[in-house]
């Protein structure tokens, strides 16, 4: 299986400043026929479903601020909020889905709290 | 509205079976390849399973392999966990999901259902 490690663990970030955090995969989840990475990205808030910010390392998905961006290649990712908000405070998970269906694993999750 | 709606969680002993429904809305559902996803309370995401539209293919992750059977029915809008044997570490909360439809294929989920609890103790 490949094992997907996020850091920081948890995070406090000033309100308006930069937060980031990072996802690596055991093995890489670039698929070199098509150049994609099968890499994304949710948030989880308290109580609630996961919701999907990015697919394809980079893609940002439909209705998701232009705050949220993916970036990164390979076996490294990132996932950057520009300018953090109130409404950002939530658990952010990694997912590959490169892997054969031996599962398509999630990172440990990052808690993302207001400094 | 689009949708989904589990149900179908509960208390249960180790061993024992259980069923979890998904009923779909606001969409084509034979259109989707579909997912159940759980959480152990106050754990992180694990994909359990998914199956093609027409039911063709399913795909399983290897901790639950010959206990779950995903399947589906189109005519219903509704997709199930046939869950057996099971054990201490099933307990989570189980999401339907709703993957994307992308040019090129990928397990990628916008749409989640709220879940339903699952619990095997004695």
Redo the contacts between chains.
């Keep these: 299986d490949i094992v997907m490690t996020q850091s920081p663990d948890s995070l406090a970030v000033s309100l308006g400043e930069r937060a980031t955090i990072n996802c690596k995969s055991s093995q890489s989840v670039l698929y070199s026929s098509n150049n994609k990475n099968y890499l994304a990205w949710y948030q989880q808030k308290p109580g609630q479903p996961p919701k999907l910010l990015i697919y394809w390392a980079s893609t940002r998905e439909s209705g998701v601020p232009d705050r949220f961006s993916g970036s990164g290649s390979g076996t490294d990712f990132t996932l950057t909020i520009s300018s953090l908000q109130a409404e950002d405070v939530a658990v952010y998970y990694c997912q590959q889905y490169y892997s054969t269906p031996q599962g398509y694993t999630f990172g440990q999750g990052t808690k993302l709290e207001i400094k | 509205e689009v949708q989904l709606v589990e149900s179908g969680g509960g208390l249960v002993q180790p061993g024992g079976s259980l069923r979890l429904s998904c009923a779909a809305s606001g969409f084509t559902f034979s259109s989707y390849w579909m997912s159940w ?1 759980r959480q152990a309370p106050g754990k ?4 359990v399973a ?1 199956i093609k539209q027409d039911g063709s293919e399913k ?4 901790s639950v392999k010959g206990r779950f059977t995903i399947s589906r029915d189109n005519a219903k809008n509704s997709l199930y966990l046939q869950m057996n044997s099971l054990r201490a570490e099933d307990t989570a909360v189980y ?1 339907c999901a709703r993957e ?1 439809i ?1 040019m ?1 294929r ?5 749409l ?4 339903t609890l699952v619990t095997v103790s004695s």
């Design positions: 996803v992180g995401l694990e994909w998914n795909y399983y992750v290897d999401y994307k992308t090129v990928g397990v990628i989920i916008p989640w259902g709220q879940g």
